[in-house]
RNA sequence: GGGCCCGUAGCUUAGACCGGCUGGAGCGCCCGGCUGAUAACCGGGAGGUCCGGAGUUCAAAUCUCCGCGGGCCCA
């Protein structure tokens, strides 16, 4: 959602105020230490890992579609950079050229036709459009720092660079070398308000729904019928506007006709199954007069729905076969017009038709088609309907919905046209397309061999001319003998001048064409073929045209060598992946990368498509501030990015925020204490015994694996999952269970152990998540190393990926499962009996856990359980005990395993009167520490303190005042029977197991 | 109209390729605990027609087919 308050970041104490001031912190740090550049320059010697930024089109804000690959891109790319690779290239890139920049700058003029770029110069327009583009790329650059997103933005590539054009140049002159590169009169997709051709990859982007009008006509045949009563042919359209230029009539040589007469004697012929659709009604339908197939309608000859507009030929108005007829739609006769259909196009060419294109390039009827001259061509549906309806030529009239393609930029409808074109002639290079294609690695996978094999496999042509201004334009010159030359470079064009190019030259649209080049051969002035090409040609070349390949030498570019890594939308499966496979497979012979990631589309909290009409498009921008760069990425990593997915801050606070917050409270709770107690962090694994650091140093070990494997597959998500789960157990078990040993006074070998081993835990993962959220991997890093982000202190981004240095112990894995698994079972036991856990018990027996639960913990299962479950005793039993009636429900709580590997658990149903004199000492102390709180003493601030108190209580404070003391640092405990003064200092408890008490706090 | 993909608790998801314990987690919710990680932390519980239907099988969330819903792409 695009909320209506600006960049109201919520700060202070929320966890995700906090999570924007720790990011805050490290930006700054990252730029005080200039750490991106640093990391960028990293591994100059190390092992080549190829990548190509695929360069977004700098002519708006960054949108969501712009955020998710990026997320992926960088998650690959500091993985490989942390395992000591070298990145070529890490040059961000920048798509200048094309429509979307074009139509900006046509609409803050509000121009609404190409003859207006005119009226104003193309050269002014064009620096207009090269500003446009350089207005954004700031923009660009604040979206992709605040993100975390590492590219050498100094030193980006622009495809409106002349160097940049120039190796496209070059590359186009190889495509046209071997016969891929053709100029063809065909029917295309085609925009009357951009004056221009699409690609299909285009069109692709504007398909929706609209409504058009469904004119069914009767043509009069020549002749009539057999016993001369008027006869006609039923044809159906959706395009009135091609009308004028209907030249013949197809037929399904194979399918069924019938014929049938109206009242007043006519005949009409249509397909038989079209009958059901004109008259759905049984008891409407006509009779049927005569049937037969297709192919005996071949060969008639009709009157044109507008007789006069185009010259008869022997060719012209008559029935033809075809096999693009279907029983379908319509009436199963269709309308012809050679100039706006691609089967029409290609029926037209077989029998000789020709052509009649009554319109202007922008889409407006020319006189030759008189009662419509100068409409726009949707416009004149209505108007020549209206005159076939007043002729009589017009037999129904309806709308029909359906879906049909739009302009991509302008949102105008297009229309099929035929016109001349440039064509790269993909459908040479299928086999080699499919074979290159074959060895990808798409993630995921079935992409390779569906949506986008399939693709290939249709082997269709790409239309690369545009008749446009700012593009690379296309390099070729014809001189009036109809001698062509395809100019591969700027020495080559200044051959061709005759004298060196102006200096600076600028390849682009007009100054190209001002140029004045000579033929070779005849000697006459040669012209450009009007035209630039299709911008995704520009950006399919950016592996070679970034590096100025072949021009520079020396360069790390490597012909025989693709992409490693490439990371973008679906979409961009006929968008980008596609120009760089077809480019790479005719230049080089070799796919263009080995590793695809394609994310899914983005949809709104609620799962709803986003869309501009619906205004629940997220600015990542303004998301980012709100939410924090980390939380959104790990939002996006911990989702199924493959597919479409929500996104959206309610989704990242569910799923992106959370783990953070865990593992930021986890860093707190470190650095708490070791304020305190100062114990060095331990950059290598510490040597200890004890069985619960030896566990989370395994369960590290597998994690670590885990995440590098994951991440070698380029697969976040697992990764992502993975540590979660570790933080996870970090935080419910190693760190609850570790508590008493940081409460110790002294640094004693098991705090040291504690502490060294969480120190070296959070470094290691700090380096394991450095790719996903290289924020808070920072500021872990920091906090743990002791750095501090002080001047001069070393970057986790510049450190080396961290290697598990500790064999996994599976077998103590797997035994913490089972101590966990009886913890589960005693909590609930303790539940049942409505014991809280400040209370202890007398006892606990088990029986049932596995051998090697026992050998693992040696003689420390018991005290383990003895602390976390707050019992005196833990004795381990042989099963049968639980067999028979040993534990009376009076006295015991139970729990029986019931299937195999499961222990039995039997706890003390109550407390004897000592150890509730006990639990109640620990609930006096609680609110002893709760009202040190209150006063906001320092943990280790000493006390003098004087508790008031009754019965019970009185007894438990006298039985316990030792121990109260040492819990509350209280130098003294003076404990009193008598009724305590009512002065404000003297805090009274209620509800102590029933009972009340009053103390007095001052500090010593 | 065609192709590809997806559908597991209110939400995010594991399990599916390779059929087999009682479909597992986190968030949220309810109950409770803890109280110097504190807008934090911990336990327990409720919550699932595994989108629906049919088939294959001793056995289906998982394999097959047919629907329904959603998404993307194409015509």
Known sequence: MTPATPKAAPSGGTPQGQVLAMEQRVLEFWARENVAARALALNSDGPVFRFTEGPPTANGKPHVGHLFPRVLKDMGLRHRRMKGYRIISTMAGWDCHGLPVEVEVEKSHGWTSKKQILEYGVGPFAAECRKSVLAYVETWQQFSRRLGFWLDYEDAYFTMDPK???????????????????????VVPYCPRCETPEAT??????????????????LRLV??????RPAYLLVWTTTPWTLPSNLAVAVGPEMDYVTFAEEDGSEYTLAESALERYFPQEKDRPKVLARFKGSDLVGRTYEPPFPGIVASTSERFHTYPAPFVTAEEGTGLVH????????????????????????DPSGRFTDLVPQVVGKWFKDADKILSEELHVRGVLWRRSTYKHTYPFCWRCDRPLMYRALDTWFVRTHKLRDELLANNAGVLWDPEHLRDGRFGNFLAEGKDWALSRNRYWGTPLPIW????????????????????????PANFDPHRPTVDELEVTCPDHHERMTREPYVIDTWYDSGSAPFAQFHHPFQSGTPFDTGAPLDYVAEGIDQTRGWFYTMLVISTALFGRPAYRHVLCHGMALDDQGKKMSKSKGNVADPMFTMERMGADPTRLAIYLSSYTESFRFGELTIRQTGLRPLTTLLNVLEFYRTNWDVDRVPPSETPPTTSDPLDRWLLSRLAGTAEAVDLSLERFDAHSAAQAIESLVQEISTWWLRRSRPRFWQEEVTPEKRSAYETLSYTLLTLAGLLAPLAPFSAEELFQKVSGNDYRTGAPSLHLLPYPRPQVPRDLALEGAMAQVLQVVETVRRLRNEAGVRSRMPLEELRIAGLAEGTLRAFGDRLAPLLQEELNVKRVELTPPEEFQGSKFSPEVWVLSRGEKPGEPSAALSRKPSRELFLEGLAREVVRRVQMTRKERKLAISDQIRLELWAEGDLAEALRAHQEWIAKECLATEVRLSTTTPPTTPEVRRWDDVEGASFHLLLEKA
């Open 164 to 186: 940049f054009m120039e190796s496209v140049w070059w590359s186009l002159k190889q495509l046209h070398g071997k016969g891929l590169l053709e100029k063809g009169h065909y």
């Open 201 to 218: 990859h285009e069109v692709a982007q504007g398909y929706r729904d609209t409504t058009d009008p469904s004119v069914t006509l009767r």
């Open 223 to 228: 002749g009539g019928a057999p016993d001369a």
């Open 336 to 359: 012809v017009a050679p100039s706006f259909g691609v089967d029409d196009f290609q029926l037209g060419q077989e029998v000789g038709l020709g052509v009649f294109d009554p319109l």
């Open 478 to 501: 014809s001189c009036p003998k109809g001698h062509t030359v395809v100019v591969g470079g700027f020495e080559e064009l200044a051959s061709l001048h005759g004298r060196p190019l």
